[in-house]
């Protein structure tokens, strides 16, 4: 599979649910085309404890080599620190230093940076767009943010820069309309009595705050929007591709069907479904049970569970078969066990492979 779905591709993006395993798949997939021999960074949002110790990242939002890594190529990874990076982002779009300072003291600034909704989503693409544009990596493997709706992702960047686009901005920053003319001075008036109500129920500090925050925005509300642009083109661009990731839950999959539309629908590159934890590994559904000494308690478990199991496989059938139009689908089995070293992502890695050569 790596051959195929690697050749050509510099940004991989895993989406999906929260709790279909997405983390765990991306790096798998960092350590397949690590064997290869690519320089390989795999982005991630809030790996689980036992994850993050095997990637070497626990405790620190710095990109780490993973440790006791033997590859052909480098494996990297690092938990994107959003504070920081939208700090970063003002602090290179931003022309004036007392702007920066200003806007770094700012509260409404501080909780955009850690809290607004989208914020989170926009520094998620901010960070991989950075990376990429280092060319420091053969490829980039994000895991994106645990989303209710994934689709949530990737429209937050544009709604970020909608709430900060001029229409708004010049609201605070003017609210006297001294710039706009007579029309604008009429207009300035009526937003002269929305923040005078504003103010009443908030109080005037915080209208204060907002006014110093969209003032010092302006250096670098151009740049936001600029960047918007390049890191849309970039998720659009033939060399990225997008996994999606599901697992086994009528919700889940009615969700997934519904998304990779989205994904198409939006112009993304939607390259492959991964059906994750299907099955039990050890599990053979074409193995039967043809009588012998087994106890009839053990006979009776056997075959509930392989109804059950038949049923699921019956799910996963009708799936395939309407996504399989629009993307190759794989199924990952479930190792029942927590992932906790390195052997178990490569253990997933040549699952993934062994499951490509399935025809």
Known sequence: MSRDLLKDTKVLVCVGSGGVGKTTVAAAVGVLAAKEGKKVLVLTIDPAKRLAQTL??????????????????????????????????????????????????????????????????????????????????DL???????????????????????????????????PEGKKSGIFGHLIQAGTRQVLKVLETLTGSQFIRELGDFFINIEQWQGKLLQRTTEVQRMLVAPTTRFFLVTSFDQAKLKEA???SREIRKGGYNL????????????????????????????????MQMKTYYNHRDAIYRLFEKKMSRDARVLRIPDLVKDVSDLSGLEEISALITEEEKVP
Do not use: C
């Open 257 to 259: 069907e519904f998304f």
């Open 140 to 174: 980039i493997i994000l895991d994106t943010p645990p989303t209710k709706h994934a689709l949530d992702f990737l429209k937050a960047p544009q709604k970020l820069a909608t709430l900060f686009s001029e229409g708004v901005a010049k609201w605070f920053r003017d």
């Open 271 to 302: 390259d492959t479904v991964i059906l994750n934890r299907v099955f039990p590994h050890w599990l053979d559904l074409r193995v039967g049970y043809e009588g012998g000494t087994a106890e009839q308690g053990l006979v009776d478990l056997y």
């Open 56 to 137: 070497g990242i626990e405790g620190t939002n710095d990109i780490t080599k993973v440790p006791g890594q033997n590859f052909k190529g480098e494996l990297y990874a690092s938990v994107i620190d959003h504070k920081k990076t939208f700090d970063e982002f003002v602090e290179r779009a931003a022309q004036k230093s007392e702007a920066v300072r200003r806007i770094f003291e700012n509260s409404l600034y501080k909780q955009l940076s850690t809290s607004l909704s989208g914020s989170q989503e926009f520094t998620s693409l901010e960070k991989l767009y950075s990376v990429y544009e280092s060319g420091k990596f």
